[in-house]
C-alpha cells in the first residue's frame, strides 16, 4: 500500500491506534496496523492472527474484527498467522 500512496499511521515500528469500542466485547481494540491515504482520507486496517483449521480468525480474532467494525463501519483486513 506504501508504493499506492498510502501513508503508515500506526503498528509495526510505530505505535498502534487505540480504537475505543464502545459496546464491544472490549471496551478498545489496537490493530495491528493502520493505513490512511493522503488523498482521500480513507483509512485501513489490518490485524494479523491465528485461524480455526478451516482458515477462519478464530473467536478472539472475530471479536477484534467484530469490535474494530462496530466502531468504525468497516472490516479490517485479516491476515493469517501460524507458528
Not at 1 to 13: A, R, T
Not at 23 to 46: A, H, L, N, V
Not at 50 to 73: H, N, Q, Y
Request: hydrophobic share 20%; no cysteine.
Amino acid at each position: 500500500m506504501v508504493e499506492e500512496g498510502w501513508e503508515h499511521e500506526g503498528g509495526g515500528e510505530k505505535k498502534e491506534e487505540v480504537i475505543r469500542t464502545p459496546g464491544g466485547k472490549k471496551s478498545s481494540r489496537r490493530p495491528d496496523i493502520t493505513m490512511k491515504s493522503p488523498e482521500t482520507g480513507e483509512e485501513y486496517r489490518e490485524n494479523v492472527g491465528r485461524t480455526t483449521s478451516s482458515g477462519e480468525p478464530v473467536s478472539r480474532e472475530r471479536e477484534a474484527l467484530d469490535d474494530i467494525e462496530g466502531a468504525k463501519g468497516v472490516r479490517p483486513g485479516f491476515t493469517p498467522y501460524h507458528p
